[in-house]
């Protein structure tokens, strides 16, 4: 190379290494940030989080909020938010579902499965209605409300006494009459079993129906 082109060569080099400087820093700092896209929304605030963070736990309840709420206040409150739907006395209105009755039905040809039939867990029934209930306005119920609706829900069902009070330490300590209907693990064999994948067969192939054959959508053996 020359000496007078070696120059602008130079600074060209120099050009494009300042341009993929350019590039990589702000590629560098997202990669600081964690955020691969920053472009695309924004990180949610710590206030958000807690607004959807309402999830309760069915086993031990954790999660519930504090407060509590009796079978007696329940059902003003059922009659009110809940009852149009599942029926003053969860019996369903219409074709909405119903939430009581069902016992012993799970094993049945007709197996209607309802709070009372079905569910393994009282915490959960307090998170379903906290999140999905009323079914046009969810997530509107206050937590002693909520407890409320529960309890009364589960004396319904013949699960607590009318005069139960329920809390966040109480409610987990309900015991639902499905609690052992379920099986933890996937009783399938079939899900478990370690395919085959070599030497799967301990014998020669056998024709058992020359069906085909006779279709005439197998080609003949060399000796035919
Ligand atoms: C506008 C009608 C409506 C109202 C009012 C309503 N629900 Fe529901 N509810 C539904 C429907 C529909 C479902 C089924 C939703 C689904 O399967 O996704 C349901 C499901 C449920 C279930 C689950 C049933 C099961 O075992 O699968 C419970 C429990 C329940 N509602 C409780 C309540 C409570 C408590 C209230 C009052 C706070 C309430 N609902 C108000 C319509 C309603």
Known sequence: MSRSLERPALAFVA??????????????AQQKQGRKFP?????ATAAEIKGWDIDVRGDDGKG??????????GEE????????????FGEGEGRWPEIIGGKGTLTSADPR?????????????????????????????????TYAIVAYVLSIN????????????SLPKVRMPNRDGFLVGDPRPDVKAEPCMTKCRSEAPRVTSDLAQRLGVT????SE
């Not at 472009?39 to 990180?43: I, N, Q, S």
């Not at 409150?77 to 003053?88: E, P, R, S």
């Open 219 to 222: 080609p003949g053996r060399p």
């Open 113 to 145: 499965k309802t709070v009372g039939s079905y569910w393994p867990y009282a915490p959960t029934l307090f998170d379903y209605v906290r999140r999905a209930m009323p079914f046009t306005m969810p997530n509107s119920l206050t937590a002693d409300e």
């Open 64 to 73: 519930l909020p504090k407060g509590k709420g009796s079978a007696k206040d």
């Open 39 to 43: 472009e695309l929304g924004r990180a």
């Open 158 to 169: 013949d699960i607590v006494p009318d005069t139960a009070v329920l809390d966040e330490t």
């Open 77 to 88: 409150l059922y009659a009110q938010h809940c009852a149009a739907c599942h029926g003053v």
């Open 15 to 28: 050009l494009a290494l300042a341009a993929l400087a350019l590039l990589a820093a702000p590629a560098a």
